[in-house]
């Protein structure tokens, strides 16, 4: 009895301290990152005093860019961050969602792993890469093929009207949807499979066909969290720097269309901080920064909430 | 008797597992049929069979025949879609659609078969409804979220919603064992008036309601048919001995 109590007690003080310290380093670990977070707000938030302080709200509203004069408003960069970002999304949510579908649903089991493979694989290529691939091969032939006829049969628009010399909006866009399709396919493909077997039988059990069952059972069980893979990927396209400063033209003016060049928050910061000199300048950029971080954060909170909610549902479900 | 279902020779596998043998078996129109058996004894595998479901499992097959009205449903140029639509099913966990209303959950099927005609949508959901004994709780609250039910209204919804295809046949797995008693008995009232028009098959674990609903009682072992006939019979006079020792708790 005694000797039952003692072990009893050794296995739960070993057990106790060994829980402890890996509480304590995975702890530790992640505090860090929240602290580097922190760390990395403040900075940025100090470092744009200067800024805030003389442009004010201003800042925002303003599209004046003109560093001879000194005179800074980021309106032209949250703009060619937003539209290039939604303009990536319009272009990539139908492939990524034709793809998690294929994938999830219709492909031979044998190609459904080598295929997702891939397509994640093209998350890893380096954005200059892409970048200079969308210099060479993506902008001339948007310009040689594919802008002529839009200008030709949607030319009504104010979207599509003007020169295009390759260096564009729409190659931006284009360039940041085929960067985003590994993320979203990838996040709604997962999302989709963990829609229950029991609402598929439901669907298949009135007569419904394959398509149909995607349709009525399946898209709607998982919207949701669709809806977060999508914003997830918005916030991937809003941060994205290289491959579109490559190919969007770095021009710091707000166009209706989309065959002019344009400029993004984080292109302007990666392009001008080396040449920024008078502290205002530097200060300006990293208020562009400071933006640019700000909306990351709450587009990237909001899709994470929406994917744990819709997995919350389905994990409630199954017990 | 009139069978509305022949089985003959019927096999099924989970790939390599053999789970259903050679079962032979009628099934008799405007009757309910129970099926029991020990867990794992191939039920459910059984009634899927009987309305193409079985297949839409990744790697299942089955062989034999499976007769509705005169016809093979197995027959190679006969669409499994259209077999689902004249054989309803009701799953053993109530699984409506959570983002439709309950009014498009009742006509979800109607409206994959193209009816558009929202009167007559209308009118078929709220026959529907009464028919499974639901519209009562629900006729206010038609356009809320069917997940919003309770467990045993959310089953009458999934009744519901089967009966509103108007098939002939309609299939139930299980169909009480989320339930409480008085859901259950709302459940069992409710196939007792329902087998005047459709036939029923029921699988079930519960002995009291195989003998309270069933005309016919089909005992399963290890995926091979032991015993079928009438209910009163193989609650009474069993002629197996497995089916006794199974109906008074022996095993299983
Ligand atoms: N999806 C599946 N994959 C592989 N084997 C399966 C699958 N579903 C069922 N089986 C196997 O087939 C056999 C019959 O299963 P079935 O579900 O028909 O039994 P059941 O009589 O309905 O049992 P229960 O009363 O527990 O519902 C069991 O041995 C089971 O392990
Ligand atoms: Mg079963």
Redesign the pocket.
Same mark, same amino acid.
């Given at each position: 009895m005694d000797r039952a109590k003692l072990s009893f007690f050794r296995i739960s003080r070993s057990k106790l301290s060994g829980d402890f310290i890996f509480e304590a380093v995975i702890g530790f670990f992640a505090l860090g990152i929240i602290i580097l977070a922190f760390l990395l707000f403040r900075e940025l938030f100090i470092g744009s005093a200067l800024s805030r302080d003389i442009f004010g709200v201003g800042f925002l509203t303003s599209s004046t860019w003109d560093p001879v004069a000194e005179v800074f408003g980021a309106l032209p960069f949250i703009f060619g961050t937003l539209v290039s970002s939604f303009l990536a999304l319009i272009i990539a949510v139908p492939f990524s969602l034709g793809i998690a579908i294929f994938l999830s649903e219709l492909a031979p089991e044998k190609l459904r792993t080598p295929l997702s493979f891939i397509i994640e694989l093209l998350a890893a290529i380096p954005s200059v890469i892409i970048g200079l691939w969308g210099i060479f091969i993506l902008a001339p032939f948007i310009r040689d093929y594919l802008a002529p006829p839009l200008s030709t049969y949607l030319g009504f628009l104010p979207l599509f009207q003007g020169p295009m010399y390759g260096l564009s909006m729409l190659t931006g866009g284009v360039i940041l949807a085929i960067m985003i399709i590994p993320i979203t396919s990838s996040v709604s493909r997962e999302v989709i499979m963990t829609v229950p077997t029991h609402q598929r039988e439901a669907a298949l059990a009135l007569g419904a066909t394959g398509w149909e069952t995607t349709r009525i059972a399946v898209l709607p069980y998982a919207r949701s969290g669709i809806f977060g893979a999508v914003i997830l990927g918005f916030g991937r396209a809003i941060g994205e720097t290289m491959a579109v400063t490559m190919v969007i033209g770095n021009s710091p003016r707000i166009s209706e269309s989309f065959f002019s060049p344009s400029y993004t928050m984080a292109s302007v910061i990666a392009n001008e901080f080396v040449e920024a000199t008078s502290k205002i300048y530097i200060s300006s950029l990293i208020e562009i920064g400071f933006l640019l971080l700000v909306i990351s954060f709450i587009i990237n909170i909001a899709a994470r909430i929406l994917v744990w909610k819709l997995l919350k549902v389905e994990g409630g479900g199954a017990t | 008797m009139q069978n509305k279902i022949t089985v003959e020779n019927l096999n099924a596998w $989970? =790939?390599a597992?053999h +789970?259903l043998h050679n079962i032979d078996i009628g099934i008799q129109k405007n009757g309910i049929t129970a099926i029991i =058996?020990?867990?794992?004894? =191939?039920?459910?595998? $059984?009634i899927?069979c009987i309305n193409r479901m079985h297949e839409v +499992?990744p790697?299942?097959k089955a062989s034999g025949k499976v007769m509705v009205d005169g016809t093979d449903i197995y027959d190679s140029d006969i669409d499994p879609v259209d077999i689902r639509r004249r054989i309803g099913m009701v799953f053993?966990k109530p699984n409506p659609f959570p983002t439709m209303s309950i009014h498009d959950n009742v006509v979800a099927g109607l409206k994959l078969s193209g009816v558009k005609d929202k009167k007559k949508l209308d009118h078929i959901a709220e026959e529907s409804l009464k028919k499974a004994a639901l519209w009562d709780e629900v006729k206010n609250d038609l356009n809320k979220s069917g997940a919003s039910l309770s467990g045993g209204q959310q089953q009458r919804l999934c009744i519901a919603r089967a009966l509103a295809v108007e098939p002939d046949v309609i299939l139930f797995?299980?169909p009480c064992s989320a339930l409480d008693p008085i859901s259950t008995s709302k459940i069992e009232d409710l196939m007792m008036e329902l087998k005047e028009k459709y036939t029923l098959v029921i +699988?079930t674990?519960n002995m009291q309601q195989a003998a309270r609903v069933s005309d016919y009682t089909a005992f $399963?072992l290890y =995926?091979k048919l032991v015993e079928f006939g009438e209910t009163n019979q193989i609650f009474k006079k069993p002629k197996e001995k497995s089916t006794e020792d199974y109906i008074i708790g022996r095993f299983g």
């Open positions: - | $989970f =790939g597992k +789970v =058996g020990p867990s794992g004894c =191939g039920k459910s595998t $059984f899927r +499992v790697k299942a053993q797995d299980e +699988v674990h $399963f =995926g």
